[in-house]
């Protein structure tokens, strides 16, 4: 099983909504890594969890809010954001931070109204 | 800071020929990775060849070759025998550090690649 799975692959949120974005693998990676891709650019780096513990935030704006509450599951809980938040959000996960192989899901379209 | 550039507008190519996509890097990391990724209109980043720092030889996978030249700091991806499939947007990026809690992937802004038939 090679498969990042994010859930759900498309949400659309109005700003005073709260929600969570969801990403699960079961490949034993112990970092895993949350991008936010605009239309027509690359993806950003927004955080990285390393063996469960956050190792890097891209001094994202604390309306995003990472968990891993287990090796295999990374969550991104959304609150009050902004119609410039609609994206979408790319979860990947690699053996350890700095492996020379990521495993990307699919996805997560986001719409904020 | 990496950077990663990639600078050729859209391109396009003939079914069963081959194209060679152009990516720059810059890293002060003595160690570091660089990846090709493809990533077709339902957003999956497919990841397709790696090339690390310190590999004496141009990475191949496929249909798909690296060509590395470290002191030009360019590593340019060469596709052969285009496949319709192939029609998608292509992103150079570069790890560095190669390890370590720094350590971060870092994308160039992509180019769209159209295969004709």
């Known amino acids: 099983d090679t498969e990042v799975t994010q859930t759900p692959k498309h949400l659309v949120m109005g700003m005073t909504n709260k929600k969570s974005l969801k990403c699960e693998q079961h490949?034993?990676?112990?970092?895993m890594y949350w991008y936010k891709q605009k239309a027509k650019k690359p993806p950003e780096l927004m955080f990285v969890?390393?063996?469960?513990?956050?190792?890097i935030n891209e001094s994202v704006p604390s309306r995003f809010s990472p968990e891993c509450p287990n090796s295999s599951l990374l969550n991104l809980h959304l609150h009050a954001l902004q119609p410039e938040d609609s994206a979408l959000y790319l979860c990947a996960s690699s053996l350890i931070q700095g492996s020379t192989e990521a495993f990307f899901g699919q996805g997560t379209r986001l719409t904020v109204v | 800071a990496q950077k990663i550039t990639q600078t050729q507008p859209g391109m396009f190519v003939q079914e069963k020929e081959a194209v060679t996509l152009d990516c720059t890097y810059d890293?002060?990391?003595?160690?570091?990775?660089l990846f090709w990724y493809k990533q077709p209109s339902s957003g999956e980043m497919i990841f397709l060849i790696y090339?690390?720092?310190?590999?004496?030889q141009n990475a191949t996978e496929g249909r798909y070759s690296l060509n590395f030249q470290k002191a030009r700091k360019s590593a340019n991806l060469v596709i052969s025998a285009s496949q319709l499939g192939d029609s998608a947007m292509y992103f150079c990026a570069i790890l560095s550090p190669l390890t370590g809690a720094n350590s971060k992937l870092t994308f160039g802004k992509g180019i769209t690649l159209s295969v004709r038939p």
């Open positions: 490949m034993g990676h112990r970092a």
């Open positions: 969890y390393s063996y469960e513990k956050l190792s």
């Open positions: 890293t002060s990391d003595p160690s570091y990775g």
């Open positions: 090339q690390g720092s310190y590999d004496q």
